[in-house]
């Protein structure tokens, strides 16, 4: 089958190791010989993927590195065409979609392993492409806001004030939505009013203030979840409640705890619950995820479409993080 892979360095060569070290986007191969996977274990489903994503972080994620010449690719979407013999949840012909974990990948391919606890079924109305669009960032924003910060999912009586940083990227546009349906007071962090304010006061954020702008919001936030990374994640404890919630799940911000305490970047914020995560599969935030999507309030944003031969540079641009527009950029199969 087709798949892209990470090459493996030579044996003289530096490791690719997370953080130090993230392999470069010449380090993406494409192949049409690697072996097709095949279902093995309990929970195993064979899925022909018809469209995945690119994540800004794609080989940012240590899990995934060589020697194995690891499968590149979270998100799916696609058919079921093979399932073990124990399944009780999908048969073969099912559309579904999701993530796999993040340990394992493979999705940038013509054929995934995937599990059951990943998968979820296709609405009809939403394309391949929306599908594939939705389950890394969406799950990503659900976990950050509803697992790991613990905010209320309905907040009728005790609405929390959010500020969201990179709200107009792929994760931040979810955390947005789903942080306004649930009934929090949020204001939406962006590099450019002009460029993002529209956008992000079409997706129901109250208020979009600049990076640059933060002096101004003082300490007043009882939760900050940020998608943007440094040096914006270090403005982020000036505006955090002293007793608030900081929360941060970008590769690149691993660590930043233990690295802001040594700078003194977080100095007088001691009391501030802080937490970094990497997002996993999860059938509850799946069923929430699903609950919009039934509702109409979300799907999944698409900004462009590439075939795998061009999933490098559709990574090299997605990586330079520089004004790509709204949406993700979809590999269809």
Not at 233 to 242: H, N
Not at 254 to 282: C, D, M, N, T
């Amino acid at each position: 089958m087709r798949a892209a892979r990470v090459r493996a360095t030579s044996p003289a060569g530096t490791p690719y190791a997370f953080p130090g070290h993230p392999a470069p986007s010449s380090a993406i191969e494409v192949h049409s010989d690697i072996p097709k996977p095949q279902v093995s274990k309990p929970g195993e489903l064979l899925i022909q993927v018809k469209a995945s994503t690119v994540y800004r972080d794609n080989l940012e994620w240590n899990e995934l590195y060589p020697p194995h010449h690891a499968l590149l690719g979270n998100d799916f979407a696609g058919v079921v065409v093979a399932a073990h013999e124990s399944e009780q949840d999908f048969r073969i012909g099912d559309h579904v979609y999701g993530m796999a974990h993040a340990n394992r990948g493979g999705t940038w391919a013509e054929y995934a392993i995937v599990t059951s606890e990943e998968a979820i079924r296709k609405p009809d109305h939403l394309s391949w492409e929306e599908a594939a669009a939705l389950p890394g960032s969406a799950l990503t924003a659900d976990q950050a806001l509803f697992m790991h910060a613990g905010v209320e999912i309905t907040a009728r009586h005790d609405p929390k004030r959010v500020l969201i940083t990179g709200a107009s990227g792929g994760i931040g546009m979810y955390l947005v939505q789903f942080a306004i349906a649930a009934g929090h007071d949020v204001v939406a962090a962006t590099s450019s009013t002009e460029r993002n304010g529209s956008f992000l006061r079409s997706i129901g954020a109250q208020e979009v203030v600049e990076y640059g702008d933060f002096a101004a919001l003082s300490d007043e936030f009882d939760l900050v979840v940020d998608s943007a990374g440094d040096p914006v994640l270090g403005e982020c404890w000036r505006v955090v409640k002293a007793d608030g919630t900081l929360v941060a799940f970008d590769a690149c911000s691993w660590g930043y705890i233990q690295e802001h305490q040594s700078k003194g970047i977080s100095k007088g914020k001691e009391g501030v619950r802080a937490l970094y995560f990497i997002a996993e599969p999860s059938r509850a935030s799946m069923g929430r995820i699903a609950e919009h999507v039934a509702k109409g309030t979300v799907k999944g944003q698409v900004l462009k479409t590439v075939g795998l031969d061009e999933v490098r540079e559709a990574y090299e641009t997605v990586h330079s993080g520089r004004g790509i527009g709204h949406g993700k950029i979809v590999v269809v199969f």
